[in-house]
């Protein structure tokens, strides 16, 4: 493959060659029409490629894994392909064979001997005394999602996207399903530490928001997942800027890597589709197009990421993880809508919103058991 722009894609009516993106992933094949609105999606990403018979050369294996050398031109490795070589080389380490999981989206999980061993009498935390989710399940999601991000590098990445599908239905079964008149978003919230308790928190109330909003049972499936996956990325991150809570202006720069890390690893390692890999990509793009990585907009930014975006905001503002201070969900709720559809899309927003009491004055550190 070759880099190329959509300045030289306007001179064909029809693609005589396939396009891709800076990760590899087929966005357009040959003799596909060129439309302005593809046009248009082609402009929004930062690098694109094409077939070419003589670009052989720039593809590289190593250690199991393909990746588009973006150095060729440059004359020295980006930091994304650097962080992920280093990636790709502890887990070929762990493996030889990268195992293909078969993610079937109607597909319901019993829990495996991983999850059955974890022992959750060792877990300790606080719990959220007034959540609808009893507390042994409270305990139950945080230990097993805990264990597996943590145990990422001692199991199979099929291993490991079994127990997320294990944790995925145990939220919908338990939670999402059963939950759909909550009047408080506090009723549903996990409190703990953040790495224990942001992704499952995002997972809930993004299904919450997909269950409001009508869609298919797959998407809500779907959405779920995207919930627990959106951060990976920040496992190849140093945990002193991951989860750090005030960072500087210098670090809230280098974390944004974490979507791209995030993709990659979601789509080489964990083989999820595409539309559950680019949540992790995407969970920081604003409607307006102020967003990162890629400053997309509008339908631009695919549904599941729409949702998630919201989640994840919303919950780092509950874990004051913002520079915007708030003591319950109304105060949350208010500065979404100050954020209002500049940052957020129209009808996720709306539905958030109206998803859960106004007048939740329930102060967080009044929850804690």
Not at 154 to 161: P, V
């Amino acid at each position: 493959m070759i880099e190329t722009t959509p300045e030289e894609l306007t001179n064909y009516k029809i693609l005589p060659f396939s396009i891709y993106s800076e990760y590899g992933e087929q966005i357009f094949s040959a003799g596909e029409v060129l439309t302005p609105g593809k046009l248009l999606q082609l402009k929004q990403m930062s690098v694109i490629y094409r077939d070419n018979d003589a670009s052989l050369d720039i593809v590289e294996e190593f250690d199991g894994y393909e990746r588009i050398d973006t150095s060729k031109d440059s004359g020295e490795t980006n930091e994304i392909d650097m962080l992920f070589q280093a990636y790709a080389k502890e887990a070929a380490e762990r493996e030889t064979v990268v195992e293909i999981f078969d993610m079937n989206p109607n597909q319901i999980l019993k829990s495996n001997s991983v999850l059955d061993e974890i022992n959750i009498m060792n877990y300790k935390g606080p719990i959220n005394k007034k959540s609808e989710i009893d507390a042994q399940n409270q305990i139950k999601l945080k230990a097993f999602y805990y264990e597996t991000i943590n145990g990422m590098g001692k199991r199979s990445h099929a291993e490991t996207a079994n127990l997320f599908l294990n944790i995925r239905d145990k939220i919908l079964q338990d939670i999402i399903y059963r939950s759909k008149e909550s009047a408080y978003s506090s009723q549903l919230k996990l409190i703990g530490e953040y790495e224990k308790c942001h992704a499952l928190n995002v997972a809930i109330m993004a299904g919450l928001i997909a269950l409001h909003m009508n869609l298919k049972e797959t998407f809500i499936s779907d959405i779920v997942l995207c919930g627990l996956l959106h951060d990976i990325g920040k496992t190849r991150i140093d945990p002193e800027i991951a989860y750090k809570q005030n960072l500087t202006n210098q670090e809230q720069i280098d974390i944004q890597i974490h979507t791209k890390i995030g993709y990659r690893m979601l789509k080489e390692d964990l083989r999820m589709p595409e539309n559950i890999a680019l949540t992790a990509l995407e969970h920081h793009e604003n409607n307006d197009g102020s967003g990162y990585p890629m400053n997309k907009s509008g339908d631009l930014i695919s549904k599941e990421s729409q949702i998630i975006h919201i989640c994840n905001y919303y919950d780092n503002i509950c874990f004051n993880r913002t520079n915007y201070p708030i003591r319950n969900s109304k105060e949350a709720l208010r500065r979404l809508l100050e954020l209002g559809t500049k940052s957020f899309i129209p009808d996720a927003l709306y539905t958030f919103i109206h998803m859960f009491s106004y007048n939740d004055t329930t102060n967080f550190e009044d929850m804690i058991l």
